[in-house]
C-alpha cells in the first residue's frame, strides 16, 4: 500500500503566498517524477509543476516565476511554494508521484486534493 497525503491549502489574499506539501508512504522502493497539477471547476485538470528525479524541473507558463516546486528524497516529499497568488490560481491541487514499489514496478499515484482559494 502506499498514501500520498497533502497538505497546505487554504484561502489567500491576492499577493499572498502558500507551500503546499505532500508526503508519500507505505511500501516505496524509490521515486521517479513527482509533479503538481491543480483543477478549477469547469475546467481539466493541468500540470502546474513537474521534477524528476534528477533532472530540470518543468513549469505551466501561467506559474514561471511565481511557483517554485522541490522534493526531499529521504522525507519522500513533493513541496509547491506559490507566492504572488492570483484569483486564477484557485483550483483543487493534486499531488502526483511516480513510485516504484519494492518488486520494481512503477505505479502513478496521486494526492486527495487541497483546495487553493484565491480572493479578497
Known amino acids: 500500500q502506499v498514501q500520498l497525503v497533502e497538505s497546505g491549502g487554504g484561502l489567500v489574499q491576492p499577493g499572498g503566498s502558500l507551500r503546499l506539501s505532500c508526503a508519500a508512504s507505505?511500501?516505496?522502493?524509490?521515486?521517479?517524477?513527482m509533479g503538481w497539477y491543480r483543477q478549477a471547476p469547469g475546467k481539466q485538470r493541468e500540470l502546474v509543476a513537474a521534477i524528476p528525479s534528477g533532472g530540470m524541473t518543468n513549469y505551466a507558463d501561467s506559474v514561471k516565476g511565481r511557483f517554485t516546486i522541490s522534493r526531499d528524497n529521504a522525507k519522500n516529499t513533493v513541496y509547491l511554494q506559490m507566492n504572488s497568488l492570483k484569483p486564477e490560481d484557485t483550483a483543487v491541487y493534486y499531488c502526483n508521484m511516480a513510485i516504484v514499489r519494492m518488486y520494481g514496478e512503477t505505479y502513478d499515484y496521486w494526492g486527495q486534493g487541497t483546495q487553493v482559494t484565491v480572493s479578497s
Open positions: 507505505g511500501s516505496i522502493f524509490t521515486i521517479n517524477a
